[in-house]
């Protein structure tokens, strides 16, 4: 309670607040006292004005904080500048590259495997950790994934797709069973995901979403989008959903 009494007289004694003080104390000296502080005056002039200087310093060193915190509000607040594309930009080839720890979950992304297979055969030799999550083919779920397409696909060959994406993965664990990881999880993934090195600032997120019975132009186009730290809560979003849903599946024995 002692220590509260003392605040508004820190407040007080402030430079921010001592300033006007002063100045408005040295206004009412020079008007109503012939010589405050034995100084003329003319000589009394200056020093106010210079107050005045530092009030106005001070107000403009405030008005900058001011700016400065409204545009980190305004950061937090802004809608991440991500957008839907066809397809990928090319940083996703260096990004990979440069990733240590590498997330890759699909229904089965055999093309995305067959299509970075090379790559991601040099990273597991060379050390860096790649975690494979496909759905069970086994399970239900791959039975549903047939409905997302317009045309006549067939349970038979979401399995038989799925069966190759297996097989492809166990070859390539071969070369180093370390470092690679291959799981599966008896759920409908909603989209699949490139997920690099999450805990760095240089982590990406390259996000393909499943569609629904849909078709653009000549064929269908999966619609994705790309997410690094600075995109806040959807980056953070997608990552821990990747990694819960890592951690829900099952391993897959090759």
């Known amino acids: 309670m002692h220590n509260n009494h003392k605040k508004p007289f820190k407040r007080l004694l402030s430079l921010r607040n001592l300033v006007p003080v002063l100045t408005i104390a040295g206004a009412l000296a020079s008007t109503f006292i012939d010589k405050p502080l034995g100084l ?37 607040l802004t809608v991440p500048r991500t957008v839907m594309i066809e397809e990928f930009p090319p940083e996703l080839h260096s990004d990979l590259e440069r990733a240590r720890q590498v997330w890759l979950t699909g229904i089965h992304p055999y093309s995305k495997i067959a299509k970075y297979y090379s790559l991601l055969e040099k990273k597991i030799r060379h050390g860096d950790k790649v975690r494979v999550l496909v759905v069970d083919p086994n399970g239900t779920a791959y039975k549903m994934s047939a409905m997302r397409f317009s045309g006549r696909a067939t349970e038979q060959e979401e399995h038989r797709r799925t069966i190759s994406t297996l097989a492809y993965l166990c070859e390539l664990k071969k070369m180093e069973p370390d470092n690679l990881e291959v799981r599966t999880i008896d759920y ?53 959903e990747t990694r819960e849903l890592w951690n829900c599946g099952t391993p897959w024995e090759c």
């Open 40 to 76: 003329d005056r003319d000589q009394l002039t200056p020093g106010l004005l210079a107050l005045l200087a530092i009030d106005a310093l001070i107000e403009r060193l405030d008005l900058l904080t001011n700016i400065e915190e409204d545009v980190k509000t305004l950061k937090r």
């Open 188 to 240: 409908l993934l909603g989209y699949g995901v490139f997920l690099l090195d999450p805990d760095t600032e240089h982590g990406a997120a390259y996000v393909r979403r499943y569609t629904f019975k849909t078709q653009i132009s000549a064929g269908a186009i999966t619609p994705k989008s790309v997410y690094r730290p600075e995109d806040g809560s959807l980056y953070e979003l997608i990552s821990a």
